[in-house]
């Protein structure tokens, strides 16, 4: 709201009465105003953000445990893969050794 002056030669806020001495008072008692109906909504707006960040950190610690077991499990199936593929040697190792024996 704009301070204005009155016709009396004190300033008021608004459509209020006409009761600050001086225009510097009135933009003070204004932004004081302010800062006091919105200080709430700050507040609620910092318990929002303390919020969001202790769900991040919590978000980046599974991240993290999922990575782990994402590289774990990756290690068991490249093991089995090698054993997979060993066997699979064995196999045909197998097999070149009967057609061997048989001429």
Do not use: T, W
């Amino acid at each position: 709201m704009p301070v204005s002056k009155c016709p009396n030669g004190k300033y008021r806020i608004g459509s209020g009465k006409c009761m600050y001495d001086s225009k510097a008072k009135a933009e003070a008692a204004y932004s004081a105003y302010l800062a006091q109906k919105h200080s709430s909504k700050n507040e609620e707006i910092l318990s929002i953000k303390e919020l969001i960040e202790e769900e991040l950190k919590e978000l980046k610690e599974e991240a993290v445990v999922l990575h782990v077991v994402k590289e774990r499990i990756q290690n068991k199936l490249n093991e089995n893969k090698l054993k997979i593929k060993r066997s699979d040697l064995h196999g045909d190792f197998k097999r070149v050794r009967r057609i061997r024996n048989r001429d």
